[in-house]
């Protein structure tokens, strides 16, 4: 099974700075169609996780333009541009490339 | 809008059945894989299971492999989860989702398996 690491695991941000997640998977996240499929979700305290980001960079629909996925082959990057307070919670990369589907340990951020 | 929404969680004893219910609504069901994860208490997400928008194919983590069976009625719009042999650690909440990627989350329903 691909292991995915995800780096930190808390993150203190102050309210308009940015912030920055690592994932980093065992193995190529390629699938054979040519496709990345790395998504990064999000859950806040006591809510279902929700998509932000689906194949490394394509933000899912209503997803505030500060939200920002980048990397490729094994390593991957989530970048908020300016943190705000609804941003508090988990986020969790994801590797849908291989079955098992496997995800990051998640990093919580707070708020600083 | 789309929606999903979990149904029939609740508290069995270790080597019980359950069988979870996802109803879906606000797209073509049957054009979309379909997949149920799980998140035990405190903890992280795990992905349990899907299923092909035809029902042609699933696909399971091997913690559940042989125990748990995902199956799904096009004509009604619903997604299905039937656990048995419930083990202890199988003690969480099982969301139903839309997609590969997956797009979108119901809120989920709590399995407690416990004696």
């Known amino acids: 099974e691909i292991v995915m690491t995800q780096t930190p695991p808390l993150l203190p941000v102050t309210l308009g700075q940015p912030a920055s997640i690592s994932c980093r998977s065992s193995q190529r996240l390629v699938y054979s169609d040519g496709n990345t499929y790395l998504s990064w979700l999000h859950q806040r305290p006591g809510q279902p996780p929700r998509l932000l980001i689906y194949k490394v960079f394509a933000r899912f629909s209503g997803v505030p333009d500060r939200f920002s996925g980048s990397g490729a082959e094994t390593n991957f990057t989530l970048q908020i541009s300016r943190v705000e307070a609804e941003d508090v919670g988990i986020f969790y990369c994801?590797?849908?490339?291989?079955?098992?589907?496997?995800f990051g340990q998640g990093t919580e951020l707070e708020i600083k | 809008e789309v929606q999903l929404v979990e149904s029939g969680g609740a508290l069995v004893q270790p080597g019980g059945s359950l069988r979870l219910s996802c109803a879906a609504s606000?797209?073509?069901?049957?054009?979309?894989?379909m997949s149920w994860f799980r998140q035990a208490p405190g903890r992280g997400l795990q992905w349990v299971g899907n299923?092909?928008?035809?029902?042609?194919?699933?696909y399971y983590v091997d913690s559940v492999e042989g125990r748990f069976t995902i199956s799904r009625d096009n004509a009604k719009n619903s997604l299905y989860l039937k656990m048995d042999s419930l083990r202890v650690e199988d003690t969480a909440t099982y969301y139903c989702?839309?997609?590969?990627?997956?797009?979108?989350w119901g809120q989920g329903t709590l399995v407690t398996v416990s004696s």
């Open positions: 299923i092909k928008g035809d029902g042609s194919e699933e």
């Open positions: 989702t839309r997609g590969m990627n997956p797009e979108f």
């Open positions: 994801l590797q849908a490339t291989q079955f098992p589907y496997t």
């Open positions: 606000g797209f073509t069901f049957r054009s979309h894989w």
